[in-house]
């Protein structure tokens, strides 16, 4: 079968040729539709990020898909019915604690795989097996969109860490902002503008810009970052209840901050890499101590936030999620698909059309 992988020593994706998987006892054998592509598989391809399969000299590329199912293998599953995969797997294909609670997104570095990121290969390739356990069954309907439900899993999973860290007191908040115009921070600020009266977006680009258009589309207020500075949101804006970092610009955490109104939290998505910059240290310990803001990071999802994505993607109208998909590309012609410029936001590798 045709598959897309990175080779050690490359820092190009490449179309190779393996044999079919085969499901073992649990799995279910899944043809693949459509792939998509972020920012983690350009870290993937850059070596920032991940690791190779052990005794591997390549890892299938990919960790947002949508496939169907084509063999069940008595996993309960039903032939042709659409899923989406999960991401992360037992490191080694043994069990620990998280997985035990259905927990493997709190599981710490070394405790997991995840697919086309480290350990595992992903799903860039014409078919996959995966534990039936983690694959999401979707609607037919949703399924040439299937690949936004892996991203919106990470959103469900902040918001509901959010709401948990606000559920001491009476929280009615009203404001939210997300910071950073990428595939992530759109898809978020459209479930933020379903939940929240007022919401703004983050950037750093100039009009016309396609990010700009869906912000507008979706009633959100444009910020950007070169005239008003995340700190100094408050005084141009307002302050905010709920913040969303998915920009991946360091200084943004901490000023992320100052940013929140009194009693806000602020959820850190971004993942730089290191660097040193001088903060004030003092004021943010004191503006986080009396105005009872709170700061926290999240990664990957659970189970259940991916049913939930899936739900947000049902609810999302077909001409937004359309205007995120910029590229959609075949195996064999791959470039366009990791192409980063300012005119891509979505980009798909399709195997077979949903
Ligand atoms: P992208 O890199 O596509 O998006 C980041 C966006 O932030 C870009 O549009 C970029 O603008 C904008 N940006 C960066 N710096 C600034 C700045 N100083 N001011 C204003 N805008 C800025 O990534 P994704 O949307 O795919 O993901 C967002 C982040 O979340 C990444 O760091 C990614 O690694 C991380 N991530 C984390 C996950 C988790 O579970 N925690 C899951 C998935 C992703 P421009 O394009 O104009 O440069």
């Known amino acids: 079968m045709k598959a897309v992988a990175i080779r050690r020593g490359s820092d190009e994706p490449e179309l190779i040729e393996k044999p079919r998987p085969e499901p073992k006892h649990g799995e279910a054998l899944v043809r693949t539709l459509r792939v998509g592509v972020d920012g983690t598989d350009h870290e993937v391809l850059s070596g920032s990020h ?32 659409y899923v989406v995969p999960t991401v992360r797997r037992k490191p080694n294909g043994e069990t620990n604690e998280y997985f035990r609670r259905n927990e493997p997104d709190m599981a710490p570095d070394g405790e997991y795989f995840e697919r086309g990121i480290v350990g595992e290969h992903g799903y860039m390739s014409e078919y996959f097996t995966s534990p039936a356990d983690f694959l999401i069954p979707i609607e037919a309907e949703i399924a040439p969109y299937g690949i936004f439900v892996e991203p919106l899993s990470n959103t469900e999973k902040a918001l509901e860490h959010a709401r948990a860290t606000r559920s001491a007191f009476d929280w009615y908040p009203e404001s939210a902002a997300v910071l950073g115009n990428g595939p992530l921070g759109l898809l978020t600020l459209w479930q933020l503008t379903q939940e929240f009266d007022r919401t703004y ?13 869906f912000i507008d589309e979706v009633g959100a207020t444009y910020i950007d970052s070169r005239e008003t500075p995340v700190d100094e949101i408050p ?9 969303y970092e998915a920009t991946g610009y360091a200084p943004h955490a901490f000023e992320t901050v100052q940013a929140l109104a009194p009693n806000g939290v602020g959820a850190l998505l971004g993942i730089p890499g290191s660097w040193d910059f001088e903060i004030d240290g003092g004021s943010l310990h004191n503006d986080i101590v009396l105005h009872n803001k709170c700061l926290f990071g999240s990664v990957n999802a659970g189970i259940r936030h991916f049913a939930e994505g899936a739900a947000v993607v049902e609810a999302m109208p077909d001409d937004l999620l359309d205007h995120l998909v910029t590229t959609v590309t075949d195996p064999e012609n791959v470039e366009p698909a990791f192409e980063d410029g300012d005119d891509q936001i979505k980009a798909i590798v ?5």
Not at 350 to 354: K, V
């Open 235 to 243: 005084d141009e804006h307002e302050g905010m209840d709920f913040i």
């Open 50 to 81: 991940g690791g190779f399969p052990e005794g591997e000299d390549h890892m299938v590329m990919g960790h947002e898909a949508v496939g169907v199912v084509e063999d069940p293998n008595g996993t309960g599953l039903d032939e042709g019915q």
């Open 201 to 213: 977006c983050l950037g750093r680009r100039d009009r016309p810009d396609p990010t700009i258009e």
């Open 350 to 354: 399709e195997f077979e059309s949903p």
